[in-house]
């Protein structure tokens, strides 16, 4: 990048582990979670409008659902530590919970993302974070009894991103500094999995795609976002102003603004006076829009 994009605080809600952004169109809304405070919240950047919730265990990502008439406004389908719930911005109220993993105590889920085809793609990890029990997997429909394994033996899942231009999924293994890039099939097959970046400092949580194909990492310990062409030449850095940066995802009417989330749990460095909070800025390509997921 040329210059570097003004940023701006649009929510200095001090975030233990501040996670999940996902932009809902149709409210013209963001959606985040609070991991460790087990919040979910949404604000509307145009108004300033700002409203959170309790959940009711540890939240850790929010998809949009699809709607019985094929839109994107039935709701949002929200990952926690133990599972899947339904959740539903209008009314604050979370479904019933939809176990995963139930044989591995020690490990929860974290991140996700949708794939054209409605296709729920989440990981999990070790809560702990030392042992690689983390899997990741593809879910069609609301039973993850039907959820397929479709790698596994990662410690800290991440970022799964979905990439329309280049038929590709990414996906992260935190712990150990690496993302992964797959060749993704439309009938949801990954092959080729390869090393697409690696590491020294910083690690890579949440990922997304603009309309170039460009990957945008958000860098926890990592003080900013990585950016990435498709053959893996690191293309620019955006320094931001909290050390743990851990998901990026584009928004507004264009996809021209990109939405940061932050975490202040383990910040003891000065200068870090918004860690946890939600900023933004311009970009010059627009994002790829979240696809929603069809139960």
């Given at each position: 990048?040329?210059?570097?994009?003004?940023i701006?605080?649009?929510?200095?809600?001090?975030?233990?582990?501040g996670?999940g952004?996902?932009?809902?169109?149709?409210?013209?809304?963001?959606?985040?979670?609070?991991?460790?405070?087990?919040?979910?919240?949404?604000?509307?950047?145009?108004?300033?409008e700002k409203?959170?919730?309790?959940?009711?265990?540890?939240?850790t990502?929010?998809v949009p659902v699809?709607?019985?008439?094929?839109?994107?406004?039935?709701?949002?389908?929200?990952?926690?530590?133990?599972?899947?719930?339904?959740f539903?911005?209008?009314t604050?109220?979370f479904?019933?919970?939809?176990p995963?993993?139930r044989?591995?105590?020690?490990?929860?889920?974290?991140?996700?993302c949708?794939d054209?085809?409605?296709?729920?793609?989440?990981?999990?990890?070790?809560?702990?974070?030392t042992?690689?029990?983390?899997s990741?997997?593809?879910?069609?429909?609301?039973?993850p009894?039907?959820?397929?394994?479709?790698?596994?033996?990662?410690?800290v899942?991440?970022?799964?991103a979905?990439d329309?231009?280049?038929?590709?999924?990414?996906?992260?293994d935190s712990?150990?500094?690496?993302i992964?890039?797959?060749?993704l099939?439309?009938?949801?097959?990954?092959?080729?999995?390869?090393v697409?970046?690696?590491?020294?400092?910083?690690?890579?949580d949440?990922?997304?795609?603009?309309?170039?194909?460009?990957?945008?990492?958000?860098?926890?310990?990592?003080?900013?976002?990585?950016?990435?062409?498709?053959?893996?030449?690191?293309?620019?850095?955006?320094?931001?102003p909290?050390?743990?940066?851990?998901k990026?995802?584009?928004?507004?009417?264009?996809?021209?603004t990109?939405?940061?989330s932050?975490?202040?749990?383990?910040?003891?460095?000065?200068?870090q006076?918004?860690?946890?909070g939600?900023f933004?800025?311009?970009?010059?390509?627009?994002?790829?829009?979240?696809?929603?997921?069809r139960?």
């Open positions: 990048m040329s210059t570097l994009p003004a701006d605080c649009i929510w200095d809600l001090k975030a233990e582990l996670e952004l996902v932009w809902i169109a149709a409210e013209q809304a963001l959606y985040s979670v609070d991991i460790v405070g087990r919040q979910v919240h949404r604000v509307v950047p145009a108004t300033g409203t959170s919730w309790e959940a009711p265990a540890r939240p990502f929010l699809e709607n019985e008439a094929g839109g994107g406004s039935g709701g949002l389908l929200c990952g926690h530590e133990d599972g899947l719930r339904r539903d911005g209008a604050g109220r479904g019933e919970l939809l995963v993993e044989l591995l105590p020690d490990n929860r889920l974290n991140d996700a949708v054209p085809e409605g296709r729920l793609w989440f990981g999990t990890m070790h809560d702990p974070e042992a690689p029990t983390g990741l997997y593809r879910l069609a429909g609301l039973d009894a039907e959820a397929v394994q479709m790698d596994t033996g990662y410690v899942t991440n970022g799964p979905i329309t231009v280049n038929h590709r999924l990414y996906h992260n712990a150990r500094q690496t992964f890039a797959f060749d099939d439309p009938s949801g097959a990954v092959s080729g999995k390869r697409f970046a690696r590491f020294e400092r910083g690690y890579p949440g990922m997304t795609v603009d309309e170039a194909g460009t990957l945008w990492v958000a860098l926890y310990g990592g003080d900013g976002v990585q950016c990435f062409a498709p053959d893996g030449t690191p293309t620019g850095f955006i320094p931001m909290c050390h743990h940066i851990t990026i995802v584009f928004g507004d009417a264009d996809y021209r990109a939405y940061v932050s975490a202040r749990r383990g910040v003891d460095r000065p200068g006076a918004q860690a946890g939600i933004r800025f311009r970009v010059d390509v627009p994002g790829l829009p979240p696809c929603a997921f139960p």
